[in-house]
C-alpha cells in the first residue's frame, strides 16, 4: 500500500510560482496513475492534473494548463507539480492521489489513496 506525503505549498503572490511534492512511500508506486486534484473553501475537490504510471502520458485541467507541469520519478517515488503564473483562483487545499491500474482517469472516485493536502495561497 502506497502512502503519500505533500509538501511545498505556502503563500505566493500573484504570477508567482511554486513547486509541489509528494513523497510516496511503498514498493508498487510505480503501479499507480497519479493525480493532483485541489480543494477550494466551499467548492468540490477538483482534477488538476495526472500523469500515468510510466510518465508517458499527462492531462491537465483546462484551469491550469499552460502553467502547470505534472512529473513523476519512479526510482525516488515522488510526484512533483510545477505551478507558474499563479493567479488568486488557484488558492487551495492541493492533494496528491493514486489510483491503482494502467488506465489515466480525471474521475476523482478512481483515487484510493489520497495525501493530507498542502496548502496554496496566491494573494491579489
Known amino acids: 500500500q502506497v502512502q503519500l506525503v505533500e509538501s511545498g505549498g505556502g503563500l505566493v503572490q500573484a504570477g508567482g510560482s511554486l513547486q509541489l511534492s509528494c513523497a510516496a512511500s511503498?514498493?508498487?508506486?510505480?503501479?499507480?496513475?497519479m493525480g493532483w486534484f485541489r480543494q477550494a473553501p466551499g467548492k468540490e475537490r477538483e482534477f488538476v492534473a495526472l500523469i500515468d504510471w510510466s510518465g508517458g502520458h499527462t492531462s491537465y485541467a483546462d484551469s491550469v494548463k499552460g502553467r502547470s507541469t505534472i512529473s513523476r520519478d519512479n526510482a525516488k517515488n515522488t510526484l512533483t507539480l510545477q505551478m507558474n503564473s499563479l493567479k488568486p483562483e488557484d488558492t487551495a487545499l492541493y492533494y496528491c492521489?493514486?489510483?491503482?491500474?494502467?488506465?489515466?482517469?480525471?474521475?476523482?472516485?478512481?483515487?484510493?489513496?489520497w495525501g493530507q493536502g498542502t496548502q496554496v495561497t496566491v494573494s491579489s
Open positions: 511503498g514498493r508498487t508506486f510505480r503501479s499507480y496513475t
Open positions: 492521489a493514486a489510483a491503482p491500474g494502467p488506465i489515466a482517469t480525471t474521475r476523482i472516485d478512481a483515487y484510493n489513496i
